[in-house]
């Protein structure tokens, strides 16, 4: 995986696990190493020099939707905390989704940690620190692809950083390309995103609240040379902590649905754990 899941942010195991080839499957014995790296993305697309005027305003008109026209409030979103329930695809494909629980632990802007609890002692736990990603298939010992922070980094843009406002205020952000788009069911507004070192994101504004409904990518994942193209849904917005966040979130891999949440809880704590971000010892 290029980033968190292969990983996802979640669904930075979905990453691993959906988006390694065709009947890949989770390894029942994982190497134990220190490796640590990152490797440079292979963009779709480059990003131009400077912003698209009306394209920045979507995003700022976004930032203002999440924040309820308190900017400042983007200040607690920098320590992060989501749990969630639902169902999520594990290999082989062909299976009946399984339940499982979530949580998002992350420290803008390069720090994250993901969990997936299938009930039991079955855990897919996937972190990252600066340039050192890690991932643990519970009870089994951490592995750390060099390529995994990468890939978490990316996805932690998509799924948790761009829907609380984060990505969209980065100061290097380059915003182009609008479009609108209507459907019978609903009117959007599209731009692309293109972000220092990262992919260039395709995101999906509501026209009507101007929040985030939907985040397009296609990254190359860890051991690929085909992108997986990535879809990220989010919608039933509610208030928390003061910003106006989905509480139902989805994630499509090449068109397949690789999990589904509920939201228990968004929560914005004033410290958090430095060492959650660690692989075991």
Same mark, same amino acid.
């Given at each position: 995986?290029?980033?968190?899941?292969?990983?996802?942010?979640?669904a930075?195991?979905a990453? #691993?696990?959906?988006?390694?080839?065709?009947?890949?499957? +989770?390894?029942?014995?994982? *190497?134990?190493?220190?490796?640590?790296?990152?490797?440079?993305?292979?963009?779709?697309?480059?990003?131009? %020099?400077?912003?698209? *005027?009306?394209?920045?305003?979507?995003?700022?008109?976004? #930032?203002?939707?999440?924040?309820?026209?308190?900017?400042? +409030?983007?200040?607690?979103?920098?320590?992060?905390?989501?749990?969630?329930?639902?169902?999520?695809?594990?290999?082989?494909?062909?299976?009946?989704?399984?339940?499982?629980?979530?949580?998002?632990?992350?420290?803008?802007p390069?720090?994250?940690? #993901?969990?997936?609890?299938?009930?039991?002692?079955?855990?897919?736990?996937?972190?990252?620190?600066?340039?050192?990603?890690?991932?643990?298939?519970?009870? +089994?010992?951490?592995?750390?692809?060099? %390529?995994?922070?990468?890939v978490?980094?990316?996805? +932690?843009?998509?799924?948790?950083?761009?829907?609380?406002?984060?990505?969209?205020?980065?100061?290097?952000?380059?915003?182009?390309?609008?479009?609108n %788009?209507?459907?019978?069911?609903s009117?959007?507004?599209?731009?692309?995103v293109?972000?220092?070192?990262?992919?260039?994101?395709?995101?999906?504004?509501?026209?009507?609240?101007?929040? *985030?409904?939907?985040?397009?990518?296609?990254?190359l994942?860890?051991?690929?040379?085909?992108?997986?193209?990535?879809?990220?849904?989010?919608?039933?917005?509610?208030?928390?902590?003061?910003?106006?966040?989905?509480?139902? #979130?989805?994630?499509?891999?090449?068109?397949?649905?690789?999990?589904?949440?509920?939201?228990?809880?968004?929560?914005f *704590? %004033?410290?958090?754990?430095?060492?959650?971000?660690?692989p075991p010892?």
């Amino acid at each position: 995986m290029r980033h968190f899941i292969g990983y996802t942010i979640v669904a930075l195991i979905a990453a #691993i696990a959906l988006g390694c080839g065709s009947g890949k499957e +989770l390894p029942d014995v994982v *190497p134990h190493t220190k490796e640590a790296g990152v490797t440079s993305p292979d963009p779709v697309e480059k990003a131009p %020099e400077a912003s698209d *005027p009306a394209a920045k305003a979507i995003a700022d008109r976004a #930032i203002k939707a999440i924040t309820q026209n308190q900017p400042d +409030l983007l200040v607690k979103a920098r320590n992060c905390k989501l749990t969630a329930h639902g169902l999520f695809q594990l290999p082989p494909k062909n299976q009946t989704m399984t339940e499982a629980k979530c949580i998002i632990n992350s420290m803008w802007p390069d720090r994250g940690q #993901i969990t997936y609890d299938f009930g039991g002692s079955h855990k897919l736990v996937f972190g990252k620190r600066g340039v050192f990603g890690w991932w643990v298939n519970s009870p +089994l010992p951490y592995v750390a692809p060099s %390529e995994l922070a990468q890939v978490i980094q990316t996805d +932690l843009m998509a799924q948790q950083w761009f829907l609380v406002g984060l990505g969209l205020a980065e100061s290097g952000a380059v915003f182009f390309d609008p479009k609108n %788009e209507k459907t019978a069911k609903s009117s959007t507004t599209t731009i692309k995103v293109g972000l220092k070192d990262l992919l260039v994101y395709r995101v999906a504004f509501d026209d009507q609240s101007g929040l *985030p409904v939907r985040i397009e990518y296609a990254p190359l994942e860890i051991g690929q040379r085909v992108r997986v193209k990535k879809v990220i849904s989010a919608s039933d917005p509610m208030l928390a902590s003061g910003l106006m966040l989905p509480t139902t #979130i989805s994630l499509t891999q090449n068109e397949q649905l690789a999990y589904r949440w509920t939201v228990d809880h968004w929560d914005f *704590p %004033e410290k958090m754990d430095d060492s959650v971000f660690d692989p075991p010892k």
